[in-house]
């Protein structure tokens, strides 16, 4: 601050004296003058009596001491200031600008209002599941903004931040607001602030102590302000809160979901639920399902299937929004969609031997081609560049199935160990007897089907199901279908098959994505010239088409029908599906083509292979469920095998966690405690399982598996910035000495329901009772925060004064010197000295 300088007169005798004094100077001189007479003439020269003069006036500002005083204002002892911001997850809520956003601008224009050199000193403080210092000015403008997107909050910055500290983010999962203030005490010091302010919506888990703690606030004459933020005049909320789906899925098959909603003041109401594809400008476009729902306050799962497409696509679970919501920025949910181009391999073993000449050009001109009875099928499925045919057909004449060999290559046949035959998709048995796979290969395909998810389908012919003497064998066992007790039921009588459709069409259906359309086509399925009169439909069966003879008195009979085994899938067409016996599905059923035909087919491989990929793998795992919540143990059993495909325990094991999304990791911890059994990698601090290290699982010898148990956190301790709403990917990798064997990943989702989200509500009563017990203000804008902190007192301490006489300057002295030396020579040269 800038001294204020002024002149002062401190002279050593009071001014009466002086005048005393003068006044008998004057006297004495006046006296002698009388006495002595008039001076002589050289004494009465003029230029000697104002040299005199000049020397009497500077010993009289001598005599006067004039002073010159420096007074430095004291110091000013600036107010303290507590900003308590809460930073719950209930702060993102909010239409265009989100809670959180309103704190942040209120702060930011209060402070660009004030003098922050002689105005008060604001310490930041954030609240949520506990109480922590704020570093960094988070207002600032190069500071970014909260802004939600994706179902799960995050900080997008547009420009890099001043300081390198965390800006904080309302991601809390919890608000202790009374516990956050009985806390911020022990950060007093020994000067305690002079006033408090706490911005926040109001919604607390721990409210009921809200006024003790006021009160001591009051107490102890420290107002605490509210700032509170958020619409009270809403009718709730609703959010897509999570979606579990696979992330990677086969073409043209169907999808199963499980979309989480919370919903809070909408209880009894109606509306729809849907999942789109979320085109190119990032808004949702045609939707792939949906299914109308009844709301019901709180945390809600509800299930979906669509059918995948051809291509890679994002898609949303989405809900519309309803009047008088709070925020309509957490009504979608988003997950990336791609398409698993591995290829299908399917084994087609056709024991029809009829040939057939296909002519090409115009008129046939153009050459002609022999072609087999298992063309069609083949053909119809290789046109998926994802799919593989391999075709395998009786080697001897006249239906001797003793040799089968494949068609590409008559130099071998069925695949000769489990490996190989792991290595194929599904299996496709058509017109095919009993006596054509030996005890061997159909203990081989039962373990295939059941344990490692391939698919089996059995066509009709006169050497397939009960005419093909598959009674009582492990592939009659495994179709949907029972079989006839007498050994014969293929009839060649023309055959109608009626396709069954629902409102949720089965995925073998979709063959055209319109469904009007593609009712319409399914009506005109052509008719058959035979078919294999089955039994009833097993329990967990489902019958998708229905066939009937035109025989007199046939009743009708399941056409095709499916159901899931152990891990795989088998099917049923009780018709013969080769051109003799179904000439018109082969060929013409389509659009003056087969592309109906082809269709059919390819959703058939598609459905029967959707759990197959874990066939041809060295390392299959598996957690007990998909969806956790806090506290639960996430249970992980894994097996391994041999290049024969047997069971082995001689591999060593890793296990890794990472976070689904990169966006996901605000901390280096994950949300699960390390394991108690499992042997560590690597000797890590603290009880939480860092991201990425690895740790073996158990060996079980009992059931020749590797174990582990992984505890889910509770949400009571969690590592500061650990979420425990969130996708986890656990990374397994299988190793035989050093070398890699296989690795696979699983996907889970943690899904926590926390009391802050439960009601969204903001409760500023709540803060209205804490301002009035404790002496406070409610603050409804930037302006009146300014006001508060500007109407502080502030203590200013003692002036700093300094003092130094004027006549003490040498340039002074040397002028007095000066003159009465002139003098003394004057009055000597006149001879008066």
């Known amino acids: 601050m800038n001294p204020k300088t002024t002149i002062q007169w401190a002279s050593p005798f009071s001014l009466g004296l002086v005048l005393a004094l003068a006044f008998a100077a004057l006297a004495g001189f006046l006296l002698v003058r009388w006495l002595g007479g008039r001076p002589i003439e050289p004494a009465r020269r003029r230029g000697l009596l104002v040299l005199r003069m000049l020397i009497l006036a500077v010993v009289g500002v001598i005599l006067l001491n004039p002073v010159r005083v420096d007074e430095t204002p004291g110091m ?486 499916v159901q899931p085994y152990g891990r795989g899938r088998t099917m049923v067409m009780t018709t013969a599906i080769t051109r003799r016996w179904a000439s018109d599905f082969t060929q013409k059923w389509g659009v003056n083509d087969a592309r109906y035909y082809n269709k059919f087919w390819h959703n058939v491989v598609y459905w029967l292979t959707e759990n197959s990929s874990i066939g041809r793998r060295r390392l299959l795992a598996e957690t007990d469920k998909r969806l956790y919540r806090p506290g639960e143990p996430i249970a992980i059993q894994a097996r391994t095998f041999d290049e024969n495909a047997a069971p082995t325990l001689d591999y060593r094991v890793s296990v890794s966690i990472e976070p689904k999304s990169a966006n996901d990791v605000t901390s280096d911890s994950s949300p699960l405690h390390r394991p108690t059994a499992a042997e560590k990698s690597s000797e890590g601090q603290g009880p939480f399982l860092p991201w990425g290290e690895e740790f073996d699982l158990t060996r079980g010898s009992a059931e020749k598996a590797y174990t582990t148990q992984l505890p889910i956190a509770d949400g009571k301790a969690l590592p500061t910035g650990v979420s425990l709403t969130q996708g986890l990917r656990i990374e397994l990798t299988a190793y035989e000495n050093n070398t890699q064997v296989d690795s696979t990943a699983l996907e889970v989702q943690v899904l926590d329901d926390p009391s802050e989200q439960q009601n969204p509500m903001p409760d500023h009563d709540l803060l209205r009772r804490i301002a009035e017990r404790s002496g406070g203000q409610v603050l409804k804008g930037p302006q009146d925060l300014s006001a508060m902190i500007e109407a502080l007192p502030r203590v200013i301490g003692p002036p700093e004064i300094k003092r130094a006489p004027v006549w003490s300057r040498w340039w002074l002295l040397s002028l007095l010197i000066g003159l009465l030396t002139v003098e003394w020579v004057w009055r000597r040269r006149l001879g008066l000295a």
């Not at 979608?332 to 299908?344: C, E, G, P, V, Y």
């Not at 499925?381 to 004449?397: H, M, R, W, Y």
Request: negative net charge; glycine residues 10%; contains cysteine.
């Open 76 to 561: 000013v002892e600036r107010p303290k200031v507590f900003y308590l911001v809460d930073t719950s997850q209930s702060m993102a809520l909010g239409k265009g600008n989100t809670r959180w956003d309103q704190v942040v601008q209120t702060i930011r224009d209060a402070e660009s209002t004030r003098d922050l050199r002689t105005g008060a000193q604001v310490s930041l403080f954030r609240f949520g599941n506990k109480l922590s210092a704020i570093d960094a000015p988070f207002w600032r403008p190069k500071v970014p903004l909260y802004s939600q997107g994706g179902g799960s909050g995050t900080v997008q910055a547009a420009e890099a931040p001043v300081a390198a500290e965390p800006v904080p983010a309302p991601t809390d999962a919890d608000t202790l607001l009374s516990g956050s203030l009985e806390g911020l005490t022990n950060r007093f010091g020994q000067n305690p602030p002079q006033a408090v302010v706490v911005f926040s919506d109001g919604r607390a888990r721990d409210a009921e102590r809200s006024d003790v703690i006021a009160k001591a606030y009051g107490n102890m004459k420290i107002p605490v302000h509210v700032v509170p933020v958020g619409d009270e005049k809403v009718g709730g909320d609703i959010a897509v809160v999570s979606m579990v789906a696979p992330n990677l899925v086969r073409r043209s098959t169907q999808v199963a979901a499980q979309v989480y909603l919370r919903s809070y003041g909408y209880k009894g109401q109606r509306t729809e639920l849907k999942i789109a594809a979320v085109g190119p400008d990032g808004k949702p476009g045609t939707v792939l399902s949906h299914v109308p729902i009844v709301l019901q306050d709180g945390l809600n799962s509800y299930p979906l299937t669509f059918m995948s497409g051809d291509q890679d696509i994002k898609i949303a679970a989405l809900i519309d929004p309803q009047p008088g919501e709070i925020s309509t920025s957490n009504n979608a949910f988003t997950a990336d969609l791609s398409i698993d181009h591995t290829k299908i391999r399917v084994l087609y073993l056709e024991g029809s031997s009829e040939r057939y000449v296909v002519r090409s050009g115009l008129f046939g001109l153009g050459g002609q081609q022999v072609k087999g009875a298992y063309s069609a099928l083949q053909e119809a499925l290789v046109q998926d560049p994802d799919v593989e045919c391999t075709v395998v057909l009786p080697a001897g004449a006249g239906g001797d199935f003793s040799v089968l060999v494949r068609a590409d290559e008559r130099g071998r046949g069925l695949p000769e160990t489990p490996s190989e035959l792991f290595a194929y998709d599904a299996i496709i048995l058509s017109n095919v007897p009993r006596e054509a796979l030996s005890d061997q290969h159909l203990g081989w395909v039962e373990e295939w089907i059941a344990r490692r998810g391939g698919g089996l389908c059995m066509v009709g012919g006169p050497n397939s199901f009960a005419s093909g003497s598959w009674n009582d064998t492990s592939v009659g066992k495994m179709l949907p279908v029972e079989l006839s007790t007498d050994g014969r039921d293929w009839t060649d009588a023309l055959t109608n098959v009626q396709p069954i459709v629902t409102k949720s069409t089965h995925p073998i259906w979709h063959i055209s994505a319109d469904d009007s359309q593609n009712r319409a086509l399914l009506k005109t399925l052509p008719d058959f010239l035979g078919a294999n009169h089955t039994g009833r439909l097993k329990s967990a069966a489902e019958l998708l088409a229905k066939g009937s003879s035109t025989s007199a008195g046939d009743e009708a009979f399941p056409a095709i029908a």
